[in-house]
C-alpha cells in the first residue's frame, strides 16, 4: 500500500473519507481544479527556464528538482518539487503552491510539508529541519515550515491512524466539523 500526502489530508479532514475512497473503492469523481493544473505548469515552466537556479536567499548550495521518495517504513510515497541542500548540509523540501499567501500557512500545506521532510529524513543521511512553501500568486511570498521531532512524531501518529482504517476496514468516526459534510463527495452515502 502507498499513501500520499493528499491521503493523510483528507484523512485528517474527515477519517471516513479515506475509509469511502479507500477500503470500499468508491472514486470521488472530482475534476482536476484549475489551480493544481496552472502550479504544474508554472512549475514546468520554472524548471525549463532556469534549472541551475539555486536559492540563495535561503542558504541553498545544491538542488534537484522533481525527486520521487517512497518510506517502506512509513506506506508513504510522494514527489517533491525540488530538494535543496543547504550552507549548514541539511536539506530541505521545496514546494510551490499556485496559490497566494494569506495571513498564515494552510494547515494542509504544513502537513504536506511534513510529509515531504519525513520522506527526506528516511531517504537521507543528512539532518532535515525544515521545508520551504513558496505561494507563486501575488508576490512569490516564502514560508519555511519547521520539522521538528514532535511533528514527526504527530504524522507517524496519522499514518498509523490511517493505516488501522485501512487494513481493519472498519468505519471510524466521521468529523467532528459538521460543517465540512456540507460539500462532501461521500455525504449522500455516508450514515
Not at 512549475?43 to 517512497?70: C, M, T
Not at 535543496?84 to 504544513?110: I, N, Q
Not at 491512524?161 to 487494513?167: K, P, T
Request: aromatic share 14%; hydrophobic share 30%; with cysteine.
Amino acid at each position: 500500500m502507498r499513501i500520499i500526502p493528499s491521503d493523510i489530508i483528507e484523512f485528517l479532514y474527515c477519517p471516513r473519507f479515506i475509509y469511502f475512497m479507500k477500503v470500499l473503492k468508491i472514486p470521488q469523481y472530482e475534476k482536476k481544479r484549475f489551480k493544481v493544473q496552472k502550479g504544474l505548469q508554472v512549475h514546468e515552466k520554472r524548471q525549463k527556464e532556469n534549472p541551475d537556479y539555486l536559492w540563495k536567499k535561503i542558504g541553498a548550495v545544491k538542488r534537484e528538482s522533481n525527486i520521487w521518495l517512497f518510506s517502506d517504513q512509513f506506506h508513504l510515497s510522494g514527489i517533491i518539487d525540488e530538494l535543496v541542500t543547504l550552507e549548514d548540509g541539511s536539506l530541505a523540501p521545496l514546494d510551490f503552491k499556485f496559490s497566494r499567501y494569506r495571513s498564515s500557512t494552510y494547515k494542509t500545506h504544513r502537513t504536506q510539508m511534513i510529509c515531504y521532510c519525513l520522506l527526506v529524513d528516511e531517504n537521507y543521511s543528512e539532518d532535515v529541519n525544515q521545508g520551504f512553501i513558496y505561494y507563486i500568486r501575488g508576490g512569490h511570498k516564502k514560508k519555511a515550515i519547521k520539522y521538528t521531532d514532535h511533528q514527526k512524531d504527530k504524522i507517524k501518529n496519522t499514518i498509523q491512524d490511517y493505516l488501522e482504517v485501512v487494513h481493519n476496514e472498519k468505519i471510524p468516526q466521521k468529523t467532528k466539523y459538521t460543517s465540512r459534510c456540507n460539500d462532501c463527495t461521500y455525504r449522500n452515502i455516508c450514515v
